[in-house]
């Protein structure tokens, strides 16, 4: 058996079998279902919460627009004035009071909620529309024009996506292939994160017990600096693992004893209303299916292991070199802004500029740089990006990594046996000299 072999399986054993690796392993799905199930709880709760608004309407005109919901009642009592209708609102406590004007149209005031609480804005929102449709109606049935006829005149128009090779597409089909590439993208960018901290923590944690030096002594800082990459790589995939399938088993489990649905914790949100617009209508559904099989699965397959294991190898060097030039984890704060910026830079631009524009020049650019290419490119994929990028952005990680290796390396060799000195950047670019 190698060395690295063996370092990799020495580095995986002493992660897994760490006490504070095999709680966090089973405590944090817990924990996860229980925020979703209690973000999911307390939705409800707060959308079956009844409001009863008193409408006091001096002009009359609206009084068919305030109609019951399961939700809200709305009590009429324009007839007794606006004064008395705040003192029976006060006095039962009721949700607030909104208060029409007897000429809204020229009014400044036209329109006045009074409550104790500041309403939502969909709240106001939802008054603002019932009253203006009203008023527009009426100024469209004063100027002599119908309604109905107004209504039957309205077009509908949906505009057909097909490229010149004549495959067509949809709407729908952007959504889709966003949604593939943002879950990718930030699932590689948390992996790092979590799992590049576990590696920089883990050379810390032996260069504080002064283990290295040992096992400096018969290895060589490339090959330990490896071992631990891939040690501590296999180690969270494993725990990864371990977490969506506990925590797929606790989310149907207790949704099920319950009985909370985890889908009202974004119920208010538009992806939601989207998503439950397709579920109701089985033209939709069989839409989503049909472009979630146009999407290039095979390349997007591919794309996904190469960056990121490649993404990952690059910044868990970084991670690495850094966790050898300090002596403990507070030293490393001086660091992490270099590493942090990239990713969420990548981030930046993938849900800005490639949901929006794909193939332009910011999303193209950004997804052959080799620190923010894992990101933006694995973003891009789903929108078919030309086979020269692919390969361009490909060869550049690669290099990259190799180069980062071999700078981490240089910086591991020097900074794993240094003490009692918090380093610089101007110690750090000396140790490469050695």
């Given at each position: 058996m190698s060395i690295l072999t063996l370092i990799i399986k020495r580095e995986y054993i002493a992660r897994v079998r760490n006490k504070s690796f095999l709680i966090m392993t089973f405590l944090s799905p817990l924990i996860l279902v229980g925020m979703i199930l209690l973000i999911s709880y307390l939705t409800q709760l707060?959308?079956?919460?009844?409001?009863?608004?008193?409408?006091?309407?001096?002009?009359?005109?609206?009084?068919?627009v305030f109609f019951n919901t399961d939700q809200t009642t709305y009590l009429n009592l324009s007839d007794q004035g606006l004064e008395a209708g705040k003192e029976v609102a006060k006095g039962e406590g009721y949700y607030g009071l909104i208060h029409i004007n007897d000429n809204p149209?020229?009014?400044?005031?036209?329109?006045?909620?009074?409550?104790?609480?500041?309403?939502?804005?969909?709240?106001?929102?939802?008054?603002?529309?019932?009253?203006e449709k009203k008023m527009t109606d009426e100024n469209l049935i004063a100027q002599g024009i119908d309604l109905n006829t107004l209504e039957t005149?309205?077009?509908?128009?949906?505009?057909?996506?097909?490229?010149f090779s004549g495959e067509t597409s949809s709407k729908m089909s952007n959504w889709v292939k966003a949604g593939f590439g943002g879950a990718a993208g930030y699932l590689l960018m948390m992996f790092i994160i979590i799992y590049g901290n576990m590696v920089m923590r883990s050379v810390i944690e032996e260069k504080t017990n002064r283990i290295i030096e040992v096992i400096i002594s018969s290895v060589k800082p490339f090959q330990l600096m490896m071992g631990k990459i891939l040690g501590t790589t296999l180690a969270g995939i494993t725990q990864f693992s371990i977490w969506v399938i506990v925590g797929g088993i606790l989310l149907v489990v207790l949704t099920t004893v319950f009985g909370i649905d985890p889908?009202?914790?974004?119920?208010?949100?538009?992806?939601?209303?989207?998503?439950?617009?397709?579920?109701?209508?089985?033209?939709m559904v069989i839409e989503l299916?049909?472009?979630?099989?146009?999407?290039?699965?095979?390349?997007?397959?591919?794309?996904?292991?190469?960056?990121?294991?490649?993404?990952?190898?690059?910044?868990?060097?970084?991670?690495a070199a850094i966790g050898a030039a300090v002596d403990n984890e507070t030293d490393t704060q001086?660091?992490?802004?270099?590493?942090?910026?990239?990713?969420?830079?990548g981030i930046y631009v993938g849900f800005f500029a490639v949901i929006?524009?794909?193939?332009?020049?910011?999303?193209?650019?950004?997804?052959?740089i080799p620190l923010t290419s894992p990101i933006v490119m694995l973003m891009r994929i789903p929108f078919e990006v030309p086979v020269w990028q692919l390969?361009?952005?490909?060869?550049?990680?690669?290099?990259s990594f190799v180069f980062t290796v071999w700078f981490g390396s240089k910086i591991y060799r020097v900074g794993i046996l240094m003490y009692g000195k918090k380093p610089t950047y101007k110690d750090l670019i000396k140790w490469l000299r050695y």
């Open positions: 707060n959308s079956e919460d009844k409001r009863t608004i008193v409408v006091v309407d001096d002009s009359g005109q609206f009084e068919t149209a020229i009014a400044e005031d036209a329109v006045t909620f009074y409550g104790n609480e500041t309403p939502s804005f969909s709240f106001i929102g939802d008054i603002e529309k019932r009253i005149a309205k077009s509908s128009i949906d505009v057909q996506i097909e490229n889908s009202a914790a974004s119920a208010a949100s538009p992806a939601a209303s989207q998503a439950q617009q397709i579920a109701e209508d089985p033209g299916l049909q472009e979630i099989q146009k999407l290039p699965l095979l390349q997007l397959v591919v794309g996904f292991f190469i960056y990121f294991i490649g993404g990952y190898f690059l910044y868990s060097s970084i991670y001086q660091f992490m802004l270099p590493i942090i910026m990239p990713l969420m830079l929006d524009n794909p193939h332009g020049t910011v999303a193209t650019v950004f997804s052959i390969a361009l952005s490909i060869t550049l990680l690669v290099a």
